[in-house]
């Protein structure tokens, strides 16, 4: 079972008794199904058999959760709805072990797996289609990030001269994930350097992260000799310019789904609806929330990570609930995320299971193309 990791320490604060317990899970149950505040009548139906269990009591318990900020009641003649904290307290103290049914199973390999991902250039494709398959088998937004280039171990570079000065750099990491971009040079160099260029760099810089090796090309370029040797002079141009910008930095973002939020009932305040597609739209944003779930908890990478409601730092994001999981092909290499985001009344446990089977199966796929 993977490990889960809070975010806040506010809800263990907060220790409802065996029939507090009861009545939140009845409540957070109910209303993942209806989605409407839940009523005493309601939990009185469900507790009819159970001794102990009257009217009067029920009511009791609701308002002593309601004073311990676990449920709200959104108006006085109506019953009561999960607050963040109760979801919070729920998912650390009353879920049992997650695990995906054989239908999940199946329908994640169904949909991720297919003959094209057998070739060299379905990493991207299995990215696309694992944030499909969590967006469609969640009903919510499925989220996939590639770990940074610039902080995986390259393991090929190539540059082919391409018109007017410009050159096609294809630089593979070590998981066989392809990165192009073209640069633009002041003075055209030919295939031939190129091609000297790429090898001295393959045998230099082979297993090294790109980070790493824009450091050394800084060093080399402080040392006079460099300006002297014709072939260090081009690569330390030619990596300098293709190392540069965010297009390395950044990792690439798949995302599928967003437009599962607007059959949402939990979203109808377009203001609020408006700002969350800018940060689905926005990829820095929506790398840095993810990456901030992460980073809460870098003792356990295995983790997965878990941020309800007002725990967001983002305030577009303070309706929803975030679900993630890291995944890497090497402990010496950068971590990519997956996730589902939905609204707080989501099915946590069915959602923790499946992103931790999906960061698992791309973590897995990464590692047999790392070993090609």
Not at 168 to 195: C, F, G, P, Y
Request: aromatic fraction near 4%; charged fraction near 25%; proline fraction near 3%.
């Amino acid at each position: 079972m993977p490990r889960r990791s809070s975010t806040s320490s506010s809800a263990d604060k907060i220790v409802p008794d065996a029939r507090g317990q009861a009545i939140l899970a009845a409540i957070i149950k109910e209303h993942l199904v209806t989605g409407e505040a839940v009523g005493s009548r309601v939990l009185s139906d469900r507790f009819e058999h159970a001794a102990g269990w009257s009217s009067a009591t029920i009511r009791n318990v609701m308002s002593a959760l309601e004073e311990s900020g676990l449920v709200d009641q959104p108006h006085t003649s109506a019953g009561r709805v999960p607050t963040d904290k109760g979801y919070r307290y729920y998912v650390d103290h009353m879920l049992g072990e997650a695990r995906l049914s054989q239908s999940d199973l199946k329908a994640i390999n169904d949909l991720v797996y297919d003959d094209a991902l057998d070739s060299g250039a379905g990493l991207d494709r299995l990215m696309e289609r694992a944030s499909h398959a969590l967006s469609s088998l969640s009903e919510n937004v499925g989220i996939v990030i590639s770990p940074s280039l610039a902080e995986n171990k390259l393991k090929h570079i190539e540059f082919m001269q391409l018109a007017d000065k410009r050159i096609l750099v294809v630089m593979v990491s070590s998981a066989n994930i392809i990165h192009n971009k073209i640069i633009r040079l002041d003075d055209a160099l030919t295939q031939d350097e190129l091609d000297r260029t790429a090898r001295y760099l393959n045998a230099e810089f082979s297993g090294k992260s790109l980070m790493t090796i824009r450091a050394k090309i800084l060093e080399l370029m402080r040392e006079e000799k460099a300006l002297y040797d014709r072939l260090l002079r081009n690569a330390i141009l030619l990596c300098d310019m293709s190392l540069e910008g965010d297009a390395v930095e950044s990792p690439n973002v798949y995302i599928d789904g967003a437009s599962n939020i607007l059959a949402k009932p939990d979203f109808v305040d377009v203001d609020r609806m408006r700002e969350l597609f800018r940060t689905f739209e926005e990829k820095s944003r929506l790398i840095k929330i993810l990456d901030e779930c992460i980073s809460r908890d870098p003792a356990a990478p295995g983790n997965v990570h878990i941020v309800i409601g007002r725990e967001h730092l983002a305030p577009s994001m303070q309706n929803c609930a975030l679900i993630t999981a890291p995944y890497r092909v090497r402990d010496d290499e950068g971590i990519g995320t997956i996730g589902v985001v939905g609204p707080m009344r989501i099915e946590y446990s069915r959602m923790m299971a499946m992103v931790n089977y999906m960061a698992r199966l791309i973590e897995r796929r990464l590692t047999e193309e790392a070993a090609l």
